[in-house]
């Protein structure tokens, strides 16, 4: 009949795409056919939620450079509205770079606990180029 060459073409297919293309059962009758296809249903769309919910997670963007990067939009729009010259807003964004910068390493290094004089060196060490670079302008 026409309704069983439909379920029987349905379980095929919901077969191929279930087992990649191995016969792993072998349905005898239609109850079965139709309990395997409900099966194999489910089990199509458990593996959709678990690769969009793994993919979603691969994907996911860093929610504070989010913020950072509308923060200084924000900031140029400020800037451009004031009409303030373009080094000083170079400088105020190289500064705002600065310490977002600083932040973020510092909540980095929550985790590990040094003297308060080699914190000193090591942050004269990191941000000795941007202090150089600063002091160069006149600032």
Not at 20 to 25: C, D, I, R, S
Not at 74 to 102: G, H, P, V, W
Not at 103 to 115: F, G, I, R
């Amino acid at each position: 009949s026409a309704m069983e060459s439909y379920l029987v073409c349905l379980y095929k297919g919901f077969n191929g795409i279930t087992n990649l293309g191995y016969e792993a059962t072998v349905s005898n009758n239609a109850q079965e056919m139709f309990f395997s296809i409900l099966v194999m249903f489910f089990q199509i769309i458990m593996a959709a939620f678990i690769l969009g919910t793994l993919f979603n997670y691969l994907v996911q963007k860093d929610k504070v450079m989010e913020e950072h990067h509308e923060e200084m939009a924000n900031l140029d729009e400020f800037m451009k509205s004031r009409a303030l010259s373009t080094d000083l807003q170079e400088r105020i964004r190289r500064y705002l770079e600065f310490q977002f910068r600083k932040q973020v390493e510092n909540k980095a290094s929550k985790s590990v606990s040094l003297p308060r004089s080699l914190e000193i060196k090591v942050a004269n060490c990191q941000y000795r180029h941007a202090i150089d670079k600063c002091c160069a302008n006149g600032t």
